[in-house]
C-alpha cells in the first residue's frame, strides 16, 4: 500500500454508526472507547464484532474483560463520541452511567445496547478483532449518530 492517507479516505466512504464500547479493567475501574468498527456476524448464535488498534491506551482492559458492551449512539451524543476518542478511556467520572449486573457500563440515551460476554480475539495486523456472543441487547426509536468521510454526521428525513 503506497498511501495510506488516500486508504484512509477511502475507508472513510463507508458511513457508519458511532459506538462506545465499555468494559471493567482488571482493577474494576471502567473504560470505554469510541469505535465505528462494530458489525455484525451471526444471528444464531448471537455475534458481534469490533476491532481496537494495538496501540490503544485501553486495550489490555478488554482482552482480558470477561464482558463488555456496545452502546450504540444517538445523534445528540456527539460530545460522548468526542470524550470517549481521547486517550484516557477511564474517564468516567463526569459521565453518566450504570453497571450492568455483568459488571458492563451502560451510557443513558442510547439507540441501543448490546452486552456481550468476549467469545474470540483474533490478532489481525494493527488491530485485534473482539468478538463477543450478546448475552441481552435493548433498542428504543431515537435517531443515529453517522461518522462519514471523518466526520460526524446526522440522518436525513426522508421526504
Ligand atoms: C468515530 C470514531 C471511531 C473510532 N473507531 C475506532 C475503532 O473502531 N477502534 C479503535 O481502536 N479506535 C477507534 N477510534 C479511536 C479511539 O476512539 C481512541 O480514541 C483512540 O484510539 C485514542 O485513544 P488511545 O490513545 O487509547 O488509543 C475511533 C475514533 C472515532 C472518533
Given at each position: 500500500m503506497s498511501d495510506s492517507n488516500a486508504f484512509r479516505r477511502c475507508l472513510g466512504k463507508f458511513a457508519t454508526g458511532v459506538t462506545v464500547v465499555t468494559c471493567l479493567d482488571a482493577a474494576g475501574r471502567p473504560c470505554g472507547i469510541t469505535a465505528n468498527s462494530f458489525s455484525s456476524v451471526s444471528l444464531d448464535p448471537p455475534l458481534i464484532l469490533w476491532n481496537i488498534a494495538k496501540v490503544s491506551n485501553s486495550l489490555e482492559a478488554y482482552k482480558q474483560a470477561e464482558y463488555f458492551a456496545i452502546n450504540v449512539l444517538s445523534a445528540d451524543s456527539q460530545s460522548v463520541a468526542n470524550h470517549f476518542a481521547?486517550?484516557?478511556?477511564?474517564?468516567?467520572?463526569n459521565v453518566e452511567h450504570v453497571m450492568s449486573e455483568r459488571g458492563s457500563p451502560l451510557l443513558p440515551d442510547t439507540l441501543a445496547q448490546f452486552e456481550c460476554r468476549t467469545n474470540a480475539i483474533h490478532d489481525c495486523g494493527d488491530h485485534f478483532i473482539i468478538i463477543g456472543e450478546v448475552v441481552e441487547f435493548r433498542s428504543t426509536d431515537r435517531d443515529p449518530l453517522l461518522f462519514f468521510a471523518g466526520q460526524y454526521r446526522k440522518l436525513e428525513k426522508p421526504e
Open positions: 481521547r486517550s484516557d478511556h477511564t474517564l468516567f467520572a
